[in-house]
């Protein structure tokens, strides 16, 4: 019970220190979002339509509905959501920000937004993990083995191939300091368990899908 306590702290201080970052350097969200219109949600469809056209004006956030669809895009789920990750925006739609104010930005905000990521990076772990998928993010990594059995090469193969999709553009020396500062830790704490190897990208994904990076554009 207290590694588990412990494990959840050292989660949700990546979170943190991850968002904190994006708004110290306001860094404008990737060229390859998609962003969606103003549209409240998703309504009841598996699909998600994605519009290519974005505000012009710098470090704008994202509403509810975009922000439900970029997740969506970079991960390549866009084509087929989950009950799952609809069951999960109707859950935290409201903690997310209605408008594109960066005023909106608050820690229940980021809570939300880090949730829901949770949902998009299960479901691409899902997807990519699957005998013969074609792997864009996690090249390298054995899900079905140990921390032991898989190494600190895939993970920074995998941090790097997230930010650049996820952020389109390469991860920067401090954001890779502090994931890989997360992976040391992670890895001499989190035990032998297969499951582990799975957990650890699950929430190093997470972090990086709900950074303010993917909220802006």
Same mark, same amino acid.
């Given at each position: 019970?207290?590694?588990?306590?412990?494990?959840?702290?050292?989660?949700?201080?990546?979170?943190?220190?991850?968002?904190?970052?994006?708004?110290?350097?306001?860094?404008?969200?990737?060229?390859?979002?998609?962003?969606?219109?103003?549209?409240?949600?998703?309504?009841?469809?598996?699909?998600?339509?994605? /519009?290519?056209?974005?505000?012009?004006?710098?470090?704008?956030? $994202? !509403?509810?509905?975009?922000? #439900?669809? *970029?997740?969506?895009?970079?991960?390549g789920q866009n084509l087929l959501i989950s009950n799952t990750q609809l069951q999960e925006y109707d859950?935290?739609?409201?903690?997310?920000?209605?408008?594109?104010?960066?005023?909106?930005?608050?820690?229940?905000?980021?809570?939300?937004a880090t949730s829901l990521a949770g949902e998009f990076c299960s479901g691409l772990i899902a997807r990519?993990?699957?005998?013969?998928?074609?792997?864009?993010? /996690?090249?390298?990594?054995?899900?079905?083995?140990?921390?032991? $059995? !898989?190494?600190?090469?895939? #993970?920074? *193969?995998?941090?790097?191939?997230?930010?650049?999709?996820?952020?389109?553009?390469?991860?920067?020396?401090?954001?890779?300091?502090?994931?890989?500062?997360?992976?040391?830790?992670?890895?001499?704490?989190?035990?032998?368990a297969a499951a582990q190897t799975r957990n650890l990208y699950l929430s190093t994904c997470s972090a990086?899908?709900?950074?303010?990076?993917?909220?802006?554009?």
């Amino acid at each position: 019970m207290m590694k588990m306590k412990l494990k959840t702290r050292r989660i949700a201080t990546l979170i943190v220190v991850m968002f904190g970052l994006g708004t110290m350097h306001f860094n404008c969200a990737p060229s390859l979002f998609e962003a969606a219109d103003n549209s409240t949600g998703p309504a009841n469809t598996q699909s998600v339509d994605l /519009f290519s056209s974005q505000k012009t004006s710098p470090w704008v956030l $994202q !509403n509810t509905f975009q922000v #439900f669809s *970029s997740f969506a895009n970079v991960t390549g789920q866009n084509l087929l959501i989950s009950n799952t990750q609809l069951q999960e925006y109707d859950a935290r739609t409201g903690a997310l920000s209605q408008t594109d104010k960066l005023s909106d930005v608050n820690a229940p905000l980021q809570l939300a937004a880090t949730s829901l990521a949770g949902e998009f990076c299960s479901g691409l772990i899902a997807r990519e993990s699957a005998g013969g998928a074609t792997r864009k993010y /996690f090249n390298g990594v054995n899900f079905g083995g140990t921390l032991a $059995q !898989n190494n600190a090469t895939s #993970f920074a *193969s995998s941090i790097s191939a997230m930010a650049q999709g996820f952020w389109g553009r390469a991860i920067k020396p401090e954001e890779e300091s502090i994931l890989n500062a997360y992976y040391t830790d992670f890895v001499g704490t989190a035990g032998t368990a297969a499951a582990q190897t799975r957990n650890l990208y699950l929430s190093t994904c997470s972090a990086m899908l709900a950074s303010f990076d993917t909220l802006t554009y």
